[in-house]
Every structure is written in structure tokens, then in C-alpha cells.
DNA sequence: TAGACTTCATAGATGGCGTCTATGAATGTG
DNA sequence: CACATTCATAGACGCCATCTATGAAGTCTA
């Protein structure tokens, strides 16, 4: 027979109160069921525990011993339970966060404070992605949590929280006929030839302004950062719909910015999986709340 | 529902195969009751522990932690069932030993010397009893193990080894009739005023000769002790049956020592109760091999 | 000293649950 | 493309943990 915890929890309450009935009371069994337990603890171990007359009963010199060595596995499980139990709410782990280039900058460092602020114990984990992966890990599980723009794919259950949304603007060349324009018109823009993310997903689509077209886009150039297609459009390859905050991010070297008009505004969002760990869920809670508060630190200017 | 070791044992396997049908062959158990077993760990825990794919399995971040908790709970109650074990054996504990006042006393000093290099973790208690309590504390549960003259009484079980026996001699006055004589027989005995123990009980009852006696015995004094015995003697309230060791260990100092005829020897015996813990066994055991090796320090003449 | 009460042990019944067998689904492999 | 491997699911079975009922023994009280 294999001694399991349940003798040892039903050896130290009758230890403790040194009474059969009482014992199987907090215990919350018959006493017969006690004693019985007892007795196949004993004989498992080989040893009397109680020296036990009808009328009282008291521990042996090695239950006395046995007491402690079953209180010290019982107070090692306890702790395991505990920090389980921590593990389970989020605030014992590690969390993998992804963001992609772009998305919330001005926030990132406010959230990330006020999370390690909380949850001490969680080991931030932080991945950069580019358009490459503009589901920021979720897709291949390499993170648990995203800071992304919408829209995502291949995510199954993800579970999104809006933070923030911002008009959508055309970047063009300096010497482009849209330059000096005060605003284009998503029609105006449907025709250029456009600098794209790589691949080919829903987010690429996303931002070809695939749902408003017939025909395909005329995609010139492919770029995984803002950097690259920043100077694919000055170079004049054609170009780019980009969030508007990128103005404000990357500066006007070539370039200029001109708001499209009658386009959806663009948003950022925090995303995990449903089945993600309970801290990715606690993280998201803490981006929606510290994006609302504060507007972050003001760059602007 | 409670987590108990069968859980942690389960867990620990697989976590260190990562292998579900291999872990369950190792534990003896079939595959679906293992992976049912998880499944109702990670449920009480609140936590996923392994990352499954139908084709293989991986701990998680947070299995990864919890297996060093389960490791640490399933050690310490190795760690107990090791010492219980130890228990059980007689190796780790407490003996509490009684020794009846001139019970081979030659042979204790060895005894005890060899008992503690055998069993270094075993603390020894040693409680000399006098004539009142001739069962040295068996029969009250004060003691484990004892080293008596028989025959005992009142103590249940008794499981009894003889280590040696000897004559028994008639101690008288220097002054009495008998004190010069090479021998007396019982039957010159039993008229006689006799020194005998306290109590009454069937130990008293062998030394007073009372299995030869029709009548009562002529009972004239009460002593506890031998050195109180001889002084009895000596004051001439009458003779003493007394083994024949006491002459050597007490002297001659006014009373002499006669060889009774016909009575059979006494003996010396280490007892322990049939349900005593198993060092009791152990003394015992080694209170013969000693005694029958060595006669112990020669301290006649 | 007798009766009542308390406490632990025993006996037998029952039902929950741990384990089993059988089978399915998914996926890497030759 | 068929096969092998691995984990999950479903349903059945049987052990055993627990229960109720009762007994035995000792303590306390009147």
C-alpha cells in the first residue's frame, strides 16, 4: 500500500489533538474511517504511532518523531501549493511579451512600469517584431501577449483589448504629386503604386487598402519597418499608408504625410490567446488601463 | 478534490520522460489513467503543466517550476519514510532499558558498550529497579527492555532470553548454625526465619521457596536490596536465599554463604514484551551474543 | 459500586473513483 | 500513402475509502 498525503494529513490531526473523534471531525470523516487510516499508516511505516487504550490515546515516542518529519512534508506541499496557487493568478512565471515597431511606443514604458510594478514576481519577457509578424508571436506561441495593430491572423481564440485608434495617413515623396495636398481621398490613393509589408496575410492587406480595390494593388516594394519604407517612398518607389503617429515617430526627411480621407481609423490593441496564462490576461488588463489614464509621456513636437 | 502524492509521483514521471505511455509503464499504471491523473492535477492547481500536441508533450514555464515543488515534496517524504523506516528497525529511536540491582552486572557495562557502536542513534535510558519492582518496569510499561531475574510477573507477551544461571546459595550469620557448613539442603531451609523481598508476588515466592513449602514461610524481615538483605542477615533476623554472585559482589562482612542442595539454579534473563519496538529485540539479541562471548571483566577473588 | 458517558475498535455495507480496455484523432515517418 | 506512435475520450469494472451500527473498555459520578 503507498502512504499518500492523506495519512499524513489524518496522522497530524489526531497527533495534534491527540483524540480519534475530534480529529475525524476536522477532518471531516467518521472516526472509524480515521482510525482505519491510521492503522494503514502504521502498518505501512511499521511502526506504532499512538499508544492507544479505549479511553485515551497518545503518541509513541516515534509517533512523536514521525510528527515531525509528517508536518515537515505537509508544510513542503503546502508551499508547493502556495506558489502554484501564485502561479495560477498571475503573479508568479514569466511573461512573454510581443509589440510590434510602431504600435503604442508612447505607452509601452508606462505599462511595462506599472506591470512589474504589480507583479514583481513575473519575469518580463520583451520581442520586437517588424511586418514580418505582425501577429507579434502569437501565431507561432512564441508569445503569450501582444501589443499589435489589428488586423491579426492565425491567432485562434485570441482575445483583443483596443487601446487606442489614429487616422490613417498616406506617406508619399516629397516630389509626389499628393505632396502639398491638405488630404487624398481613398480613391486617389487605390491607383499609386504602394510600398507594402512582406508576405502575404490579412495585416498586408490591411494596409494596401486591399478591402477597397477591384483589382490588385500595384505594389512596388516590400518593407518590414518604417525605416525601410520610409526611404523606399522618398526614394520614390511609390506610396505607403502608414498610422498617423509615424509622423510624428520618423519625421519628415523626403517624406510627406497626407491624411486619407474616408479610410477607417487604424487602432492598437493588446491580444493574447484565451488559453493564454492568467498574466497575459493581467497585462492586458494593465495596457487598456494605463493607455486611458495617461496619454504617455508627450513626444510630441 | 485534494491533491495527494499519487498526483505528484504521476506528474514527476511524466515531467521527466515527456513521454505519457512510457511514464505510465514506469508507474505501473495505463496510459489514460496517467494522462486522467494529470489532467485532475492541472485542474486543482489551476495551471497547465504540460504542453501537449497529439504526437508529444512539454513541460510548460510553469510545470518547469512546479516540478522542482513536486521534486522537493516527494524528497522530504522520501526523507520521512526513510527515518520511519530507520524506525521501524530499531536503528533511530529511543530504548528505555531496566535492570534488576545485581543482574549481571558483570556483563551491562559491555552490553551497552556493544548496543551503542551497533546502534549509534538509538538513546539509551537506564533505570535500576530494586526488589519492589523485580519485573524492572516491564509489567508498567516504564520500560522496553530489561535485564531480571525470572520468573516475572504481570507483564503480558513476554518474550524472555537467558543469558546465564547460577547456584543459589542460603546467606546466613556468621553466627548461625549453618554458617560453617560445606552445604545445606532445602529442607533445613525452610524451617528457618527468613530475609525476603517486599510485595508479595511470585518473584518474592521464589526466593522464599515457597513452591517447596506446605506452610507459610517464617517471613522476618522485608528488604529491597541486598546490601539491606546481608545487614538483615547479619543482625541475625534470619537467612537469605541470594544467587551465588552476591557473595562476591557484597563480601562476607558478618554473614557467610552456603550452597543449597536440591534447589535449582537461578537465572538471568533479558525481556522484552512481544509488541515492544524492535530495539528491545535488538538489545536483546545482543545482551546474549555478549554475554555468551565474554564472561565479562573478571572481578572475582 | 453501579450506571452513564466517553473513546477507540470491529464488522459489514455501499458508493465513489481510480484504473482498465477499447477506440479515436492527430501527426510524423518510411 | 500506409503505418506507427502518441495522447485523449468513453464506458465498464472493481477496489477501497468511507459510512453506519455496534461492541468493548475505562473513567467519572452519584
Redesign the pocket.
Known amino acids: ?1 503507498n502512504v499518500e498525503l ?1 495519512h499524513l494529513r ?1 496522522f497530524v490531526a ?1 497527533a495534534r489533538t ?7 471531525e476536522q477532518l ?13 499508516l502504521e502498518t505501512a511505516l511499521g511502526i506504532r504511532l ?1 499508544a ?6 497518545a503518541l509513541t515516542q516515534d509517533g512523536e518523531r514521525f510528527l515531525v518529519e509528517a508536518q515537515a512534508v505537509l508544510d513542503r506541499f503546502d508551499a508547493a501549493m502556495e506558489q502554484s496557487s501564485r502561479m495560477a493568478s498571475g503573479e508568479l512565471g514569466r511573461l512573454r511579451v510581443g509589440y510590434l515597431i510602431g504600435a503604442a511606443v508612447d505607452h509601452v514604458p508606462a505599462i511595462l512600469r506599472e506591470f512589474a510594478d504589480q507583479y514583481p514576481d513575473v519575469a518580463l519577457e520583451l520581442t520586437e517584431y517588424d511586418f514580418a509578424s505582425p501577429n507579434g508571436g502569437l501565431d507561432s506561441g512564441e508569445t503569450d501577449v501582444a501589443l499589435v495593430r489589428p488586423p491579426l491572423d492565425g491567432v485562434p481564440d485570441a482575445v483583443t483589448t483596443t487601446l487606442l485608434s489614429e487616422r490613417c495617413v498616406a506617406c508619399v515623396s516629397a516630389l509626389h504629386p499628393f505632396a502639398e495636398l491638405p488630404r487624398v481621398t481613398v480613391a486617389q490613393v487605390l491607383p499609386e503604386p504602394i510600398v507594402a509589408a512582406p508576405g502575404d496575410n490579412v495585416w498586408r492587406d490591411y494596409w494596401i487598402l486591399a478591402s477597397y480595390r477591384d483589382t490588385p494593388a500595384n505594389i512596388t516594394h516590400e518593407a518590414a519597418t518604417f525605416e525601410a519604407e520610409l526611404q523606399s517612398v522618398a526614394i520614390g518607389r511609390g506610396l505607403s499608408v502608414v498610422p498617423e503617429s509615424v509622423a510624428r515617430l520618423y519625421g519628415r526627411q523626403g517624406v510627406r504625410y497626407v491624411p486619407i480621407e474616408g479610410m477607417a481609423d487604424c487602432e492598437v490593441a493588446v491580444v493574447h490567446r484565451e488559453d493564454a496564462p492568467r498574466s497575459a490576461a493581467n497585462f492586458a488588463r494593465i495596457a487598456a488601463r494605463v493607455t486611458a489614464e495617461g496619454s504617455g509621456p508627450d513626444v510630441r513636437g
Do not use: E, G, K, Y
Not at 472509524?32 to 494503514?40: A, G, N, V, Y
Not at 492507544?52 to 490515546?57: D, K, L, M, V
Open positions: 500500500m492523506r489524518a489526531v491527540v483524540n480519534f473523534t475530534r480529529a475525524a471531516h470523516i467518521a472516526q472509524p474511517s480515521l482510525s482505519h487510516t491510521i492503522r494503514q499512538f492507544r487504550t479505549t479511553r485515551s490515546t
